[in-house]
């Protein structure tokens, strides 16, 4: 049979349409049984790489860690992403003074401001166990504020004031436990009685230790003149900077005292976060200057310190 060249035309559009419509058949059928995601390549870390991988959501943000598979996990996984502006990032800063075993006489006082050497041993055992990773003051305020990753259940270790125990006990007890301490100095008595010397603060900076502000003489901020003010400030920021020839970015609150105009204070400073005595373990973006802490004292037991953490 001959088609007459008006039936030829017709024909192939409609063979051209059905083409098209198995074309579309097909690649609806293959997307719904291998999903839409492009597979990404693996990435490879080396130790100290700060590469985001995938966030993982809230649920997975306190479980254990695992071990790596492949050579994608060779270090921690920076994965808590940063909170929307109105929420809060966990984050668990502990605050330590004294490391000292306490007669029974030891009055309120010391017994709020100091913890014995072996249960601070055994906080650390603790967090170690469970997965901790301790930070830097530097982590926390990118975190807080440019959105940086953080890693797996983060904790911030700080000991106020620069006490000898900071280097005898401290030091090498957080390198057992592969953790670094926040060591908030205040720069006058530095080299005396009872106190860490230069030499120290410099040997525990390189070693990875962040070695923070504290003023110069801790005094009660509220009660000094603004300029006064300012130099205990700023100059113990400039003192350690040369001390330890690293940048010393966050600032503790002598007696957690502080408002409005200390606050200012501290940011014309240059410092980028503050610390301050208030309780609890929620830091919000707006609160970089005003951070909460978590008070470790001489009676805490283990069950006691690990109730004022994250679950
Ligand atoms: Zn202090």
Not at 62 to 86: C, Y
Not at 187 to 199: A, D, E, I, M, Y
Not at 241 to 264: L, Q
């Amino acid at each position: 049979m001959k088609l007459s060249a008006k039936w030829k035309l017709k024909l192939r559009a409609l063979a051209r349409q059905y083409c098209c419509t198995f074309a579309a058949l097909f690649w609806l059928l293959s997307i719904t049984y291998c999903g839409t995601e492009t597979p990404m390549p693996p990435v490879t870390l080396a130790p100290g790489d700060t590469a985001t991988l995938a966030p993982a959501t809230r649920a997975d943000a306190h479980a254990e860690a695992t071990p790596a598979a492949v050579t994608t996990l060779i270090v921690p996984t920076p994965f808590i992403t940063a909170p929307a502006a109105a929420q809060a990032a966990i984050i668990p800063i502990l605050m330590y003074h004294h490391l000292n075993e306490l007669p029974a006489s030891a009055t309120e006082l010391d017994l709020t401001w100091t913890v014995a050497p072996e249960n601070f041993e055994l906080q650390l055992q603790w967090l170690a166990e469970r997965g901790y990773h301790s930070i830097t003051m530097a982590q926390v305020a990118a975190h807080l504020k440019e959105k940086k990753p953080l890693p797996r259940k983060p904790i911030v270790i700080s000991f106020d004031d620069g006490w000898a125990e900071g280097y005898s006990v401290a030091f090498p007890l957080l390198r057992r436990y592969n953790f670094l301490g926040v060591y908030y100095v205040y720069t006058n008595p530095l080299g005396k009685s009872q106190f860490l010397s230069r030499p120290q603060l410099k040997e525990m900076a390189g070693a990875g230790m962040d070695i923070e502000a504290h003023t110069l003489t801790h005094p009660h901020l509220r009660t000094l003149a603004g300029d006064a003010a300012f130099k205990e400030i700023a100059e113990s920021k400039t003192n350690l900077e040369k001390e330890i020839g690293k940048p010393v970015t966050s600032f503790a609150y002598p007696f957690g005292e502080h408002n409005g105009a200390i606050t200012k204070l501290v940011k014309r400073a240059g410092f980028s976060s503050a610390v301050t005595i208030a309780p609890g373990y929620r830091q919000r973006a707006d609160e970089l200057y005003t951070l909460h802490r978590i008070r470790v004292s001489y009676r805490d037991t283990l069950s006691e310190f690990a109730a004022r953490l994250p679950n």
